[in-house]
């Protein structure tokens, strides 16, 4: 669990006004559970679990690349300039 998803659970929750109590009643984990995803301090955190939360505040975890991809250009330009040829 990151740092910067764990900040932005906390923002949320803290929104809509809940304790970390409460979403932790309402998604079935411990207190200790929503602590550790909103700090990143437990990086063994299940998706299930974090879906869970996530449910009780409404919000969904998206996934993408970070960065865009390279174009198949790029790639032969790349291997090219590493294999001189």
Partial sequence: MTL???AQIAAARKR???SQAE???R???????????????????????LHRVLQVMGLTLTLGPTE???SRSDIAAHRRRVLGG
């Fill in 68 to 70: 865009p991809l390279p």
């Fill in 23 to 25: 979403v932790a009643a």
């Fill in 27 to 49: 998604a079935g984990v411990s207190r200790q559970t929503v602590s550790y995803i909103e700090t990143g301090r437990n990086p063994e955190v299940g998706l299930g679990t």
């Fill in 16 to 18: 809509l006004q809940l």
């Fill in 4 to 6: 910067e998803l764990g």
